[in-house]
């Protein structure tokens, strides 16, 4: 009786896994589909686990803050300054792996950076005290600088213009699910160590590094966009033209580009003072760089503190806070799919602020759907607030950064989204800084100076709405003058470079 029981569960065991394979076989398929076909699915899901890797390791930090702080003696604003320290040095980063972006192979120099990641992680889960844990934390802001840049320049080499907020949507998938990672398995495994944290960490790390290595590399100037299998290429990709779908709707209008922004000569001579004074000069750039570090800010604060306040606002255990914050997750990666696919359709349709419409609104409901779940105790009545708010802030990002590329010469992606990664680090370092000190000196600590400093910190997401208002009048014309330069220049070389 006794050996039918175990054949039994066997037979069960064996069918359940069967079963399993075959529903992930089917999900995989599907996913393939959808991306395009095995190519496209590999270099997005690789860069997806890119971000997604970084962004794990940003949440472990924030779901392992109790731990930490036990195990090294520190306070709250110590794991402020921690993060901020990193994110700090990663902006500062930035700004030469931007110029590499434009001038190297990307592909290697990302497989290099990553395997440097992997040291990093395994150097913080061996450090005795805080200053040996903020010097293995500086180097790692260091070489995770590399992801910004080379990932904006590659998607808009791999991708075409109509599709790159879907694309974007995708990518940006991935950094949500890191992040989930980080707070939901990490911080569980924090809770008994947070020093294995870290190293399990560094295992898919070493992985990744592979994987990036093997990808192909595109040439520049969206001249290497990969095909979707099943359809015709889209036109703005063949080698003649550099125009993406919003720029040839600002030149079928009749737009009127800024004289003095169209770039004249070859943009991979200018150096990084050049292009950073050159992308600068562009208003809707800076409207969008604002707008999307003020985002970051309150979401480098959530990742930092999020578990912490749920455990006190709502009065529940670790795994519940970190089971809590998984479930919020599923609106942030609705919100990223939702809304870069509904840019670029409302692109398709001929709405040349389609992207930043969508950006709008979204920017303008986030404050209003965060502030009930700051005030209610009660978790069961937070979670649609906390779901409706992730959803939306996240919906901000696809549209935004596939129209940052729609107003920058394709040569000067690199520097451009060094800029951008630059500036919104700095958001990003002074967010946990700021959380942590205001919660602790201005607000007393504990649960209520948490919420409170929440509570102020809707400001800035506010301010973000007003921004992209404004970035809706200088868009068309910053796009025509992009589409004026693609038009009016052919860069030595362009079409061969590949690295």
Same mark, same amino acid.
């Given at each position: 009786m006794g050996a039918m029981n175990k054949d039994s569960r066997r037979s069960l065991l064996a069918g359940i896994a069967a079963l399993a394979g075959v529903v992930a076989e089917a999900g995989a398929n599907?996913?393939?589909?959808?991306?395009?076909?095995?190519?496209?699915?590999?270099?997005?899901?690789?860069?997806?686990?890119?971000?997604?890797?970084?962004?794990?390791?940003v949440s472990t930090v924030g779901a392992s803050a109790t731990e930490l702080r036990h195990g090294l003696h520190i306070s709250n604003t110590d794991i402020g300054l921690l993060v901020a320290t990193t994110s700090l040095v990663g902006a500062i980063a930035s700004l030469p792996f931007g110029v590499l972006a434009d001038r190297v192979r990307r592909t290697t120099t990302l497989a290099i950076a990553i395997v440097l990641w992997a040291v990093a992680m395994l150097w913080s889960a061996s450090v005795s005290n805080f200053h040996d844990l903020l010097v293995a934390r500086v180097f790692l802001g260091a070489v995770t600088a590399a992801a910004g840049p080379m990932i904006a320049s590659l998607v808009g080499d791999y991708f075409g213009g109509a599709e790159r907020g879907r694309v974007y949507g995708y990518i940006l998938t991935g950094e949500l699910l890191g992040a989930g990672f980080g707070f939901a398995v990490t911080g569980d495994i924090a809770a008994v160590s947070w020093r294995a944290a870290f190293v399990i960490l560094a295992i898919p790390a070493l992985v990744l590094s592979v994987l990036v290595a093997r990808l192909p590399e595109p040439r520049r100037g969206g001249q290497g966009v990969l095909a979707h299998e099943g359809r015709e290429p889209p036109e703005e990709t063949t080698p003649e033209l550099h125009e993406t779908d919003a720029q040839r709707l600002a030149r @079928?209008?009749? *737009? +009127?580009? $800024? #004289? @003095?922004?169209? *770039? +004249?000569? $070859? #943009?991979?001579?200018?150096?990084?003072?050049?292009?950073?004074?050159?992308?600068l000069r562009i208003r809707t750039n800076i409207y969008l760089i604002a707008a999307s570090a003020l985002g970051y800010y309150f979401l480098a604060g959530v990742q930092t503190f999020g578990i912490e306040f749920a455990k006190e606002q709502y009065d529940i255990g670790q795994a519940l806070a970190n089971l809590l914050l998984l479930v919020i997750g599923v609106g942030a990666v609705a919100g990223?799919?939702?809304?870069?696919?509904?840019?670029?359709?409302?692109?398709?349709?001929?709405r040349l602020n389609g992207r930043l419409y969508?950006?709008?609104?979204?920017?303008?409901?986030?404050?209003?759907?965060?502030?009930?779940?700051?005030?209610?105790r009660s978790a069961t009545s937070a979670v649609p607030y906390l779901i409706g708010a992730v959803l939306v802030l996240s919906a901000q990002n696809p549209?935004?950064?596939?129209?940052?590329?729609d107003i920058m010469p394709p040569l000067l992606w690199g520097r451009a989204e060094a800029v951008r990664t630059l500036l919104r680090s700095l958001a990003q370092a002074l967010a946990p800084l700021l959380f942590g000190a205001v919660s602790d000196h201005v607000f007393g600590g504990g649960r209520s100076g948490l919420q409170w400093t929440f509570v102020v910190m809707l400001v800035p997401l506010a301010a973000s709405a007003y921004l992209l208002f404004r970035a809706r009048r200088t868009y068309p014309r910053d796009v025509a003058t992009a589409s004026a330069a693609a038009a009016s220049r052919r860069w030595p070389g362009e079409a061969r470079l590949a690295g």
């Open positions: 599907r996913l393939t589909v959808a991306l395009g076909g095995r190519e496209r699915t590999r270099v997005i899901v690789v860069l997806a686990c890119i971000l997604g890797l970084s962004a794990a390791d @079928e209008r009749g *737009l +009127e580009p $800024d #004289p @003095e922004l169209v *770039l +004249e000569g $070859d #943009p991979r001579r200018m150096n990084i003072i050049a292009a950073t004074r050159h992308v990223v799919l939702v809304g870069g696919a509904l840019g670029d359709r409302l692109l398709r349709r001929g969508v950006a709008i609104g979204a920017a303008t409901l986030t404050p209003v759907l965060f502030a009930p779940a700051l005030f209610t549209p935004l950064d596939a129209a940052r590329l």
